[in-house]
């Protein structure tokens, strides 16, 4: 979960200066946890105390103001027994993380994807959005090779993952859709060396780069492993409860391994 994290915090000072080069300070002067990471903590805090998808994150909201919300989401966060209003946005996809470490097996992965991103976001785009990154990265956990993740993720959703970084930088732009976000995120990080490397192709792609970067990130994770500089630069850019959360989330699974 840190990776994503870290993926936001790199991201955040890309997301209103885009940029289409890999040559960048992964943590650049500015850069913050934004609502990717309040949002993905949230979760993780659900998952271990059984809690309410849809209150935990509303809580947050509330404790962690103006990290950068989209407009219909900060209403429903802030709107008591508001229902989920359609978004086909990707904010489904940036903070479903924690499950793929949660679920015990795919059914339970996709049931919990589903119901995270549902509480809000539940467009059909949205739901597969956040299935798809859960389920990339539970594949991932258990050993599936990239390409055979690739070819399990492109047939399942209907995305096209073929294009390769370089290209999808050629023609991309800001998208806040899960349609246009998670298939470009998922290439960038199975197209990479190692986590850096995986983020950079992110930020890279000149879009929504925070988000871009905490799917990334979070894939990235599992598959290359994360530098503990990284590590240490995200965990100290969070505060004391975001610190502690995702330090109890991460032992609660080292403790169930």
Same mark, same amino acid.
């Given at each position: 979960m840190?990776? /994503?994290? /870290?993926?936001d915090?790199?991201?955040?000072?890309?997301? =209103?200066?885009?940029? %289409?080069?890999?040559? *960048?300070a992964?943590?650049g002067?500015?850069?913050?946890?934004?609502d990717?990471?309040?949002?993905?903590v949230a979760?993780?805090d #659900? &998952? !271990?105390q059984? @809690?309410?998808?849809?209150?935990?994150l509303?809580a947050?909201? %509330?404790?962690?103001?103006?990290?950068?919300y989209?407009? !219909?989401f %900060?209403?429903w966060?802030?709107?008591?027994? !508001? $229902?989920?209003?359609?978004?086909?946005?990707?904010?489904?996809a940036m903070?479903?993380? $924690?499950?793929a470490?949660?679920?015990?097996?795919?059914?339970?992965?996709?049931?919990l994807?589903?119901a995270? #991103?549902?509480?809000?976001?539940?467009? $059909?785009? @949205?739901?597969?959005?956040?299935?798809?990154? =859960?389920?990339a !990265?539970?594949?991932?956990?258990?050993?599936t090779?990239?390409s055979?993740i690739?070819?399990?993720?492109?047939?399942? *959703?209907?995305?096209? &993952?073929q294009?390769?970084?370089e290209q999808?930088?050629?023609?991309y732009g *800001?998208d806040?859709? +899960?349609?246009?976000?998670?298939p470009p #995120?998922?290439? +960038?990080?199975?197209? =990479?060396s190692?986590?850096?490397?995986?983020?950079?192709?992110?930020v890279?792609?000149?879009?929504?780069?925070?988000t871009l970067? +905490?799917?990334?990130?979070g894939?990235?994770?599992i598959?290359y492993?994360?530098p503990?500089?990284v590590a240490?630069?995200?965990?100290?850019l969070?505060?004391?409860?975001?610190?502690?959360?995702v330090?109890?989330?991460?032992a609660?699974?080292a403790g169930? @391994?």
């Amino acid at each position: 979960m840190l990776g /994503a994290i /870290a993926g936001d915090i790199i991201g955040s000072i890309y997301e =209103a200066a885009p940029i %289409r080069t890999k040559d *960048f300070a992964l943590f650049g002067p500015g850069v913050r946890f934004t609502d990717d990471t309040v949002c993905t903590v949230a979760l993780a805090d #659900a &998952l !271990m105390q059984g @809690a309410d998808f849809a209150a935990t994150l509303r809580a947050y909201v %509330r404790r962690y103001s103006g990290r950068g919300y989209g407009g !219909m989401f %900060r209403r429903w966060a802030t709107t008591p027994g !508001m $229902p989920a209003y359609g978004s086909w946005g990707n904010g489904a996809a940036m903070r479903v993380g $924690p499950i793929a470490h949660w679920a015990r097996d795919e059914a339970e992965l996709l049931r919990l994807a589903a119901a995270s #991103a549902a509480v809000s976001h539940d467009h $059909p785009d @949205a739901i597969a959005g956040a299935q798809a990154v =859960a389920l990339a !990265m539970w594949l991932a956990q258990g050993g599936t090779d990239r390409s055979a993740i690739r070819a399990l993720i492109a047939r399942r *959703f209907g995305y096209d &993952l073929q294009e390769s970084v370089e290209q999808i930088r050629s023609w991309y732009g *800001f998208d806040v859709s +899960c349609k246009g976000t998670v298939p470009p #995120a998922i290439v +960038c990080a199975l197209e =990479a060396s190692d986590y850096q490397d995986a983020v950079r192709n992110a930020v890279s792609l000149g879009g929504d780069s925070d988000t871009l970067a +905490c799917i990334t990130g979070g894939l990235a994770e599992i598959l290359y492993g994360l530098p503990d500089d990284v590590a240490r630069e995200a965990r100290a850019l969070l505060d004391d409860h975001l610190r502690d959360v995702v330090d109890r989330f991460q032992a609660r699974l080292a403790g169930d @391994a």
